[in-house]
T-cell receptor, first 114, second 114 residues
Framework: AQKVTQAQTEISVVEKEDVTLDCVYE???????LFWYKQPPSGELVFLIR??????QNEISGRYSWNFQKSTSSFNFTITASQVVDSAVYFC???????????FGKGTMLLVSP | SAVISQKPSRDICQRGTSLTIQCQVD?????MFWYRQQPGQSLTLIAT?????????ESGFVIDKFPISRPNLTFSTLTVSNMSPEDSSIYLC???????????FGPGTRLTVL
């Protein structure tokens, strides 16, 4: 069975602060994929990143960065210099090999105040 | 990537009625899925829509309540039957093109049942 845990239900920060969203996963697959999605108040789910289990390199995209550590089964997401537009619910998700579907965490609501 | 559209974007329905949600993808995809997101909750997979055959339902979801069609490789419908207020949710259509691609989501249909 696959499981994704996002222990932080809600995080509040002030603009320009850095914030890290935690994600811990469980899977028996040796090949798997990890994802982060953003869901702003409008409701659509925006794809942010996919990482496969064989690629542990950290990734940076603008103010966003991701830290994948297989040793701790974690795939954490950091926003640097947060902005009000970053306010959203962020979901971490896990997909096994083959034609399996996504298992989502419960999401972390990020509130960035001016 | 794939662009997914859904109709309607939102609806308010009366108890006991049914609503059919349409999902259109801008290119052929291998797999299509339907998710439900209850207020303040994460995404739960309802079923995998199979082209030309009956959908594959997850535990807790049945065909009589959520009949699904997928007549071709770009289109699917989900019907929410005999609705009750507990069916008030966002319903999201999702698709992947092949096993190595990202899973994309439609904008969702916000359903309110009175």
């Amino acid at each position: 069975a696959q499981k994704v845990t996002q222990a932080q239900t809600e995080i509040s920060v002030v603009e320009k602060e850095d914030v890290t969203l935690d994600c811990v996963y469980e899977t028996r697959d040796t090949t798997y994929y990890l994802f982060w999605y953003k869901q702003p108040p409008s409701g659509e789910l925006v794809f942010l990143i996919r990482r496969n289990s064989f690629d542990e390199q950290n990734e940076i995209s603008g103010r966003y960065s991701w830290n994948f550590q297989k040793s701790t089964s974690s795939f954490n997401f950091t926003i640097t210099a947060s902005q009000v537009v970053d306010s959203a619910v962020y979901f971490c998700a896990l997909k096994g090999s083959g034609y399996s579907t996504l298992t989502f965490g419960k999401g972390t609501m990020l509130l960035v105040s001016p | 990537s794939a662009v997914i559209s859904q109709k309607p974007s939102r609806d308010i329905c009366q108890r006991g009625t049914s609503l059919t949600i349409q999902c259109q993808v801008d290119s052929q995809v291998t797999m299509m899925f339907w998710y439900r997101q209850q207020p303040g909750q994460s995404l739960t997979l309802i079923a995998t829509a199979n082209q030309g055959s009956e959908a594959t339902y997850e535990s807790g979801f049945v065909i009589d309540k959520f009949p699904i069609s997928r007549p071709n490789l770009t289109f699917s419908t989900l019907t929410v039957s005999n609705m009750s207020p507990e069916d008030s949710s966002i319903y999201l259509c999702s698709a992947i093109r092949d096993v190595n691609n990202e899973q994309f989501f439609g904008p969702g249909t916000r359903l309110t049942v009175l």
